[in-house]
C-alpha cells in the first residue's frame, strides 16, 4: 500500500532528477550539469547529494506539501468571513479588505481574503467584458480636459432621498470632485461647475454627454439666424463659453468612459462608506464628500505626462454670479411692465431701451438688469382686470325688415312698399 505522504514529481522535476542521475552514474561532469540546469555548480553538489542520500525525493524541495509559517490563522480566516457575510456583505474583496485593516484591525491581502470568498460560496467570479472600444490616450496635463457626468441613483440606500450626484474627473490625473443635488439640471450643473474652479480654476475644455441641461434641442429662432449662429446654445454652454471653456459633447456613454467608470466606482464604494457612518441627508452626504474625497483622490490619482497645471485662475473683473446663472431676455411694454414665466414685474427705473435681461442666480434670488445696470422692479401679483362691456345689439345679416320698421318709415311712411317705376 502506497504511504499517503508520497508527492508526486512534477515534469520539471523529473527532468532535473534525469539529469543528477547521469552526473551520479558519472555520465558527465558537475559543470556541465549546471549548465544544463542553468544553476551553479554549488547548487548541483547539493541536489547530488540529497538525491544519493533520499532518493528520487531527495529532488523535491523540502517545503513542499508543509503548511506556510505565513499562514493566517483559521481564526482569523473565520472571524474575517464572518466579517464579510454580515458587515460587508455586497463588498468587493478589494474594498472589503480594506475596511477589514481600517475598522477591525485584521490585514490579508485582497486576493487572499478573494479566494477564501470563492471558497465559501460568498463572491462569484465576474466575466470581463471585451474591450471594443478604440482606446483614447489620456491628455498630458492637468486641467487640459475635465470629464463631467451627473448620476441619479439612491446613494442613500432608502434612508433618505434619492439624490444626483455631479462628478468631475481630471482626465490627465483622476482628479476627483463631486456633489450631490436633488436632480441633475441647469443650476445644480453651474452650482457644482462654480464650485469645482473656486477650487482648481478654470479647465480648458470639458467633455460631457447630450443630456438637455448641456446640449439644447430647442430651434433657431429669426433673430439667431441673422446672427449667423449654427446651433441654439443651452444655458450651461452659454456659460462656459463666456468663461473661454470648449464643450465637448459625447456621442456615446463609452465615449467619457473615465467619467461613467467613476460613477460606477462611487455607486460601489461612497454607498458602503455612507452606509457604515449612518449618512441620511444631502447635507450631511455633502459634507462627508468634504472629507472623502482628498483620501480617494490620494488612493486613485495618476501622475500626469507634463507637471504642467493649465486650469486658468479666475480673472478679478468676472463675476462669476453674473456667468453662472439662467439669462433671459425680454421685451419691455409701453407701461414700463415686462412678463416671465406667467408673472408680470413693473421697472421702477426709467430705461431708455427696450429689451432687458432676466438673471436668475444659483442661490434663487433674480434680478433684471439692463446692460450692466441693474433694475429695481415690484412684482405684480393679479394682472389688472378688463371691464366687461354690455355688446350691443347687431342686427342679423340677411335679414328682411318688418313693415313697421322705423327704416321702412323713414322710406315709405305709409309703410306700403314701393312701386315698381317701369322706364
Known sequence: ????????????????????????????????????????????????????????????????????????????????????????????????????????????????????????????????????????????????????????HDWLEGRGPKLVIMGYIDDATNTVFARFYDYEGTIPAMDSFKRYIQKYGIPQSVYLDRHSTYKSSRELTPEEELEGIDEPLSQFERALGELGV???????????????????????????????????????????????????????GVDPISAANVHMPVPKNIDLNRILCI??????????????????????????????????????SLFIMNNDQKLKYKVIMERPKKLHRKPLKRRPANTTPALDHPWRQAINPKGMPKKKIIH
Not at 531527495?58 to 464579510?84: M, P, T, V
Not at 467619457?256 to 452606509?275: A, S, W
Not at 414665466?341 to 442666480?361: A, H, W
Open 327 to 364: 439669462k433671459t431676455g425680454r421685451t419691455v411694454k409701453k407701461d414700463n411692465t415686462v412678463a416671465l414665466d406667467g408673472k408680470l414685474y413693473l421697472l421702477e427705473d426709467k430705461i431708455t431701451s427696450k429689451k432687458v435681461t432676466f438673471e436668475e442666480r444659483i442661490n434663487g
Open 1 to 152: 500500500m502506497p504511504e499517503k505522504n508520497i508527492l508526486k514529481l512534477k515534469v520539471r522535476e523529473l527532468k532535473k532528477l534525469k539529469v543528477i542521475q547521469q552526473t551520479l552514474d558519472k555520465q558527465i561532469t558537475q559543470e556541465t550539469a549546471a549548465s544544463i540546469l542553468r544553476l551553479s555548480v554549488r547548487q548541483i553538489k547539493r541536489l547530488v547529494s540529497k538525491v544519493r542520500k533520499s532518493g528520487e525525493q531527495g529532488i523535491i524541495h523540502q517545503s513542499r506539501g508543509k503548511e506556510s509559517n505565513r499562514r493566517i490563522s483559521e481564526d482569523i480566516k473565520n472571524l474575517a468571513l464572518a466579517l464579510c457575510r454580515e458587515k460587508y456583505h455586497d463588498f468587493g474583496a478589494t474594498f472589503a479588505c480594506e475596511k477589514l485593516s481600517e475598522l477591525d484591525g485584521i490585514t490579508v491581502s485582497d486576493e487572499t481574503l478573494r479566494k477564501w470568498l470563492w471558497g465559501g460560496g460568498q463572491a462569484t467570479r465576474k466575466r470581463k467584458r471585451k474591450a471594443n472600444r478604440q482606446w483614447r490616450p489620456r491628455k498630458d496635463c492637468f486641467g487640459q480636459m475635465v470629464q463631467m457626468d451627473g448620476s441619479k
Open 246 to 300: 470648449t464643450v465637448i459633447h459625447a456621442y456615446s456613454p463609452q465615449a467619457k468612459g473615465r467619467v461613467e467608470r467613476l460613477c460606477g466606482t462611487l455607486q460601489d464604494r461612497l454607498i458602503k462608506e455612507m452606509r457604515l457612518l449612518g449618512i441620511k441627508t444631502k447635507e450631511e452626504a455633502n459634507m462627508f464628500l468634504v472629507k472623502y474625497l482628498p483620501v480617494f483622490n490620494r488612493k486613485f
